[in-house]
């Protein structure tokens, strides 16, 4: 992508309004735009980084067995009613009436509307379990909208609804769910903990938020520091393993992590003052068990292998997809800007023109561009005719985790400069070797294709 084609409305100015860092980033690289509170266009940039975000999310369901689906953000007032949380939800819910006077509301979450469309159509043990989710909008009219994409009003969410026929193989659903989550968190560069968590609205008695340490986090937490050093790294995970998913889970929520709502004062005491730790965190994620708070009040039985007729359990798992750019953000950026992680970076290099209108210049930088982009690699080509000191700027505020920087001094004797975005470190090399760099270590990253 040429940058002289590209819409990339940089900031000078950033609005008062904006208090945390991820905010002011977020509008500074013209990545979204407020249009009303807690409402936002995704602009360029920040749309693709959306869109990378929910590239990693559907992997790592699909990876566990979880499909996808779409249902629409719009909802009948009518299944509401049937789980009786119409009434229950308060002035969070948007509702609303179509031209017949049909009640309707932006969907909070779809606990209702995927049960209504298991019972449907399942009515056999032998249908599961059976694992659907969706990415799609919500709406929660909150009180305060704040921080950017963190606590917006329309936000977007991953939401995954299992059905199990009993609560062991409902409560490996939810552990699938915690691993998958756990894998998707590391993916992004994230150390996100799960901590044993109070249930809200939706109900349930099992459940575990995912929340990643930062200052700005809404979320106060006590925690086992050593809880921070665990990673799942590459290792292999078979998720119908039910004792092999189980395990994982055993290991990740063994220290002591809890949000002040289930905090243990006594349990906390107890763990070596070196590792007793109090902080703020984002939640990015939560997980419930609630057995047939849904299925039974609306009907989503099946038959089980001794003919009877049970109602399913179930359980619903979120990820704040259009929060988690914020909080990336958050936790990877410096003084001069953004530092994304590969799996959720715009794009994965940016090529730099020292000299824009050299031919050499100019040539080199082509050939790079169509290179990268033969091995599948995106590339953000700053060829505008600008200082070379706004170009590197720019590159810094945006945080592309390459730049490969061509100057005709450096062209004379066959080399450009690749420089990391993390360690600000730089290496000369011949443009071929470049490619090469960089499309390996996209392929290593885990880098997906172009979307
Ligand atoms: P919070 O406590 O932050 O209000 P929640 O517990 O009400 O969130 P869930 O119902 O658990 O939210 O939703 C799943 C995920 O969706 C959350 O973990 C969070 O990452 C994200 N999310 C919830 N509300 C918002 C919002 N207003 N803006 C952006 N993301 C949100
Ligand atoms: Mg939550």
């Known amino acids: 992508m040429r940058l002289s084609r590209y819409f990339l409305p940089v900031l000078k100015e950033i609005p008062a309004e904006a208090q945390i860092v991820s905010h002011r980033l977020m509008l500074r690289a013209g990545m979204i735009r407020q ?53 229950a939800y308060g002035p969070e819910m948007l509702r609303l009436r179509d031209r017949h006077g049909r009640e309707l509301l932006y969907g909070p979450t779809n606990e209702e509307m995927i049960t209504d469309i298991f019972r449907a159509h399942v009515a056999s043990y032998r249908d599961l379990p059976l694992t659907l989710y969706h990415i799609q909008w919500k709406f929660r009219d909150e009180t305060r909208p704040r921080f950017g994409v963190m606590r ?25 769910h915690m691993v998958s989550y756990l894998r998707t968190y590391e993916r992004l560069g994230l150390t996100a903990i ?33 809880v921070t050093a665990l990673r799942l790294g590459a290792r292999a995970i078979d998720f119908d393993d039910r004792a092999a998913v189980a395990a994982v889970c055993a290991e990740f929520t063994a220290p002591y992590a809890r949000t002040d709502e289930t905090h243990d004062a006594a349990l906390f005491a107890a763990i070596p003052e070196a590792h007793r730790k109090v902080g703020k965190a984002i939640e990015v ?15 989503a039985v099946v038959v089980n292998d001794r003919g009877d007729r049970v109602p399913v359990h179930m359980g619903s798992h979120g990820i704040g997809v259009s929060r988690l750019a914020g ?75 390459w730049r490969i920087t061509v100057g005709p001094r450096g062209l004379a004797a066959g080399r450009v400069e690749l420089t990391s975005r993390p360690s600000g470190e730089s290496e000369e090399m011949t443009p071929a070797a470049a490619v090469e760099r960089v499309a390996a270590l996209c392929a290593a990253g885990g880098r997906l294709a172009p979307l």
Not at 48 to 74: K, W
Not at 196 to 212: K, M, N, Q, W, Y
Not at 285 to 299: A, V
Request: negative net charge.
């Open 327 to 401: 909080a990336i953000i958050e936790a990877s950026h410096d003084e001069r800007g953004i530092v994304w992680p590969l799996a959720a970076a715009p794009f994965p290099v940016g090529i730099v023109n020292l000299r824009q209108g050299d031919g050499a210049a100019d040539a080199a930088c082509e050939g790079l561009h169509a290179a990268l982009a033969a091995k599948g690699v995106e590339a953000l080509y700053d060829d505008r005719d600008e200082r070379a000191g706004a170009k590197f700027a720019t590159m810094d505020l945006i945080g592309l985790p």
């Open 285 to 299: 994620g939560q997980i419930f068990y609630f057995g047939t708070r849904y299925s039974e009040p609306m009907g």
């Open 194 to 226: 799960p901590m044993r968590a109070a249930s809200g609205p939706i109900g349930g008695d099992d459940t575990h938020e995912f929340l990643v340490l930062a200052h700005t986090g809404e979320s106060e937490v006590f925690y086992d520091d050593r």
């Open 35 to 87: 249009q009303a509170a807690g409402i936002y266009s995704w602009l360029p940039l920040g749309y693709r980084v959306l869109r990378r975000i929910e590239a990693v999310v559907h992997e790592e369901q699909q990876r566990a067995g979880h499909i996808p689906v779409l249902m629409p953000t719009l909802q009948p007032a009518d299944l509401w009613r049937e789980s009786g949380r119409y009434d």
């Open 152 to 176: 917006g009003r329309e936000f977007l969410m991953k939401d995954g609804y299992n059905f199990d026929i009993d609560r062991a193989a409902a409560l490996h659903a939810y552990n699938r």
